[in-house]
């Protein structure tokens, strides 16, 4: 025993001048080492977190969207609509690669970005300390590209069930070249006119997306709505959901994925992004009780269709307030989503007949456009700290921190979204309509776009 | 021999089933099938969408019996699916010209 306590206390001596043989005096070049080490830990860790925040954002589109779009629809439809996902994975990564990528993020003008990106050029493992100073440019390149992918799949929702395939596949494409890209930069984009944090005219706070993300789709799918026209039989009694069951799934796959798209935008794996995550999950439990509740009194009956909606609308109007607001705002944003998406898809478009199918207006437009000017309202640098004035102060952010005139900022973030979403798309459709035809023949419609469309059929009994 | 058709509350299927069988009846045929008689259907919402709903389901059950028997059968089976509410269904009764089983022709009777 005493020989052991002997020996411990015999290396605990010689520690100190085995360090001070190895440091060997040369504390600059340790210093530099500890340093590149520690940016090299920092590095792996966030990274780690981007790649898995990047998977969870495809996730979101497939299965998540499909699943709870497809569910939504009629059984002759359910591959179609699941279709409209899928191909977007496909078709926008590589527009994405040859241009897309470029054009949000290239360059420092206000309204687009130029082509220093253009085929992934200059894209590589050193990271854009413009965007992401501690992941690699390919990792931040990557997760923006999955954003880019469910912003037009969520539009979908609205043409449902009568459009060309073909017709939706150069829609799209065009959709994002035109308006989705612009307004990435416009918010996003190193001196576009909306950007809070890169030299903005109009600084605009969008943590992730409600207005590049939510408005631009949401309103984009009210005017293919309106132009499209309504589906054979709207509104009536044949078109009811044909799987809830599936629905729900997609629902709770987006809940998930949602924490990748919000907290997954702090672009590190900091505290803010463990805000972010809270705030979101707190906006969509609030949402769902929201709707519901509203529901309830309403219908007599909380439904689970109500439920999962509720959440997605709160996970929406969260979206670009997540990395701004403390836990109690979001829940009380997500609490007003819901009640205001919920009267959105009931009152107001009985009222005004529009054929959103699956409410992608009803809960992506006015979901986005609440939340957008929620965050004026409770951004709060308590949360946020990165925003610095000239003098390297922590600047105010929101209403709540005495910055009423965020709110201003917001609604021009919101105006410019509304609008390029709406001449944008009307031009895109004129241009789809002209060429390709944008609707399926009635007989088509009433087979179902399942045959129709793709020759096959979702659920067959007999094999 | 007599053709049965039951149709019937699905859940009311396992005890007309287990009734049956303890009288020594194995065979028969059942479909999910929709329909409605006096009964009234239900209101369904869907995001405010009001969808009545009149064709409700049910489960239709046939099954082929000798003459003798069919008194019996029928007895059997109204007790086990009788609740006593609107909605429990109807029994129609065919006379059946032939029965044949096709592995190995048996006609009549011996091929029930």
């Known amino acids: 025993m005493t020989s052991l306590f002997r020996l411990r206390a015999l290396s605990l001596l010689l520690i100190p001048v085995a360090l001070s043989a190895q440091t060997g005096g040369d504390i600059p070049s340790k210093i530099a080492a500890l340093e590149a080490a520690t940016k090299s830990a920092q590095s792996a860790g966030d990274n780690a977190w981007m790649l898995i925040s990047a998977a969870l954002v495809l996730m979101m589109t497939g299965p998540g969207l499909a699943l709870f779009y497809g569910g939504l629809v009629r059984r002759k439809n359910v591959l179609g609509t699941m279709m409209h996902s899928f191909i977007l994975m496909a078709v926008v990564t590589v527009i994405w690669a040859v241009a897309g990528y470029s054009l949000a993020f290239g360059g420092s003008s206000p309204f687009v970005g130029d082509l220093h990106f253009a085929l992934l050029n200059n894209v590589g493992s050193a990271p854009n300390p413009d965007y992401a100073s501690t992941i690699p440019q390919q990792t931040f390149m990557v997760y923006q590209l999955m954003f880019a992918i469910i912003t037009p799949a969520l539009i979908s929702g609205a043409f449902a069930e009568r459009m060309k395939f073909s017709a939706m596949l150069l829609f799209t494409v065009l959709w994002s070249l035109i308006v989705y890209f612009p307004m990435a930069h416009m918010v996003w984009g190193k001196g576009g006119l909306l950007n809070a944090s890169l030299g903005g005219k109009f600084p605009c706070f969008d943590f992730a997306g409600g207005t590049v993300v939510h408005i631009t789709s949401g309103v984009s799918a009210l005017v293919c709505a309106l132009y499209l026209g309504k589906r054979v039989g709207f509104p009536g009694p044949t078109l009811k959901p044909h799987n809830l069951v599936i629905s729900f799934i997609g629902a709770c796959l987006l809940w998930v994925g949602w924490f990748g798209f919000n907290a997954g935008s702090a672009l590190a794996a900091s505290g803010l992004a463990t805000s972010a995550f809270v705030a979101t999950h707190f906006g969509a439990a609030a949402a769902t009780l929201g709707w519901i509740f509203a529901e309830w009194i309403e219908n007599g009956k909380p439904s689970v269709l109500g439920a999962i909606s509720g959440c997605v609308a709160g996970l929406v109007a969260i979206t670009p307030a997540s990395g701004f607001v403390k836990p109690f705002p979001a829940l009380l944003i997500g609490l007003c989503a819901g009640v205001v998406c919920y009267l959105m898809v009931t009152r107001v478009k009985a009222k005004f007949r529009y054929d959103d199918a699956l409410d992608a207006f009803g809960v992506h437009g006015a979901g986005g456009t609440l939340g957008a000017i929620f965050t004026g309202v409770f951004a709060t640098s308590a949360v946020n700290d990165g925003f610095k004035d000239a003098a390297g102060k922590v600047m105010a952010l929101g209403a709540i921190d005495g910055n009423g005139g965020q709110v201003l900022n917001q609604l021009v973030g919101c105006l410019v979204a509304w609008l390029l979403a709406i001449v944008g798309t009307i031009v895109i459709l004129k241009v789809c309509d002209m060429t390709l035809g944008l609707r399926v023949s009635k007989e088509q419609e009433s087979e179902g776009l399942d045959v129709s469309m793709h020759g096959e059929e979702g659920y067959i009994f007999e094999s | ?112």
């Open chain 2, 1 to 112: 021999m007599k053709k049965i058709e039951a149709i019937i509350q699905p859940f009311k299927l396992d005890e007309v089933k287990e009734a049956l069988k303890a009288i020594g009846i194995d065979g028969m045929t059942i479909t999910e099938v929709r329909g409605h008689g006096r009964q009234k259907g239900h209101k369904e919402v869907y995001r405010g969408q009001e969808y009545n709903v009149d064709l409700l389901p049910k489960v239709k059950l046939e099954l082929v019996v000798s003459s003798a028997r069919f008194e019996e059968v029928v007895k059997t089976l109204t007790a086990a699916a009788r609740t006593g509410k609107i909605g429990d269904g109807k029994i129609f009764v065919y006379e059946v010209a032939e029965a044949i089983r096709i592995r190995n022709d048996d006609r009549g009777e011996s091929a029930l």
